[in-house]
């Protein structure tokens, strides 16, 4: 990583709940919190915890020089859909490869992402 852009990811400890329209769509104690530079840490979700019935795969693709491509889902609960409202990046970069097969949201989208000890 570049000293001007660190990134780390680390376990953790608690437990991480997503909700969307009042629905569980994932629930862990698996979680991964991926720090990078100044924004806002990001709780990545193993997909085995998450409720991937309510996820269909859209078109959208980004790519971040320091993370790689990441692929988008929209999420169908409560009543609601999220259009691309989670993110997962399926090969990242070496330097953060453990968020593989983990999903991502946007707070904006879902009602809560709660974390609880």
């Given at each position: 990583m570049a000293d001007d852009h660190p990134i780390t990811v680390t376990p953790n400890p608690h437990r991480v709940r997503v909700v969307v329209g009042g629905?569980?769509?994932a629930e862990t104690t698996?979680?991964?919190t991926l720090k990078e530079a100044?924004?806002?840490p990001v709780q990545y979700i193993p997909r085995a915890d998450v409720?991937?019935?309510?996820f269909a795969p859209t078109a959208r693709r980004t790519h971040c020089p320091y993370k790689g491509d990441a692929s988008y889902f929209t999420i169908t609960a409560g009543g609601l859909e999220q259009r691309d409202g989670a993110w997962s990046y399926e090969t990242p970069r070496a330097e953060v490869a453990a968020i593989a097969g983990h999903l991502a949201f946007y707070g904006n989208q879902v009602d809560?992402?709660?974390e609880r000890t």
């Amino acid at each position: 990583m570049a000293d001007d852009h660190p990134i780390t990811v680390t376990p953790n400890p608690h437990r991480v709940r997503v909700v969307v329209g009042g629905v569980i769509v994932a629930e862990t104690t698996n979680a991964l919190t991926l720090k990078e530079a100044n924004y806002p840490p990001v709780q990545y979700i193993p997909r085995a915890d998450v409720q991937m019935d309510l996820f269909a795969p859209t078109a959208r693709r980004t790519h971040c020089p320091y993370k790689g491509d990441a692929s988008y889902f929209t999420i169908t609960a409560g009543g609601l859909e999220q259009r691309d409202g989670a993110w997962s990046y399926e090969t990242p970069r070496a330097e953060v490869a453990a968020i593989a097969g983990h999903l991502a949201f946007y707070g904006n989208q879902v009602d809560a992402i709660e974390e609880r000890t």
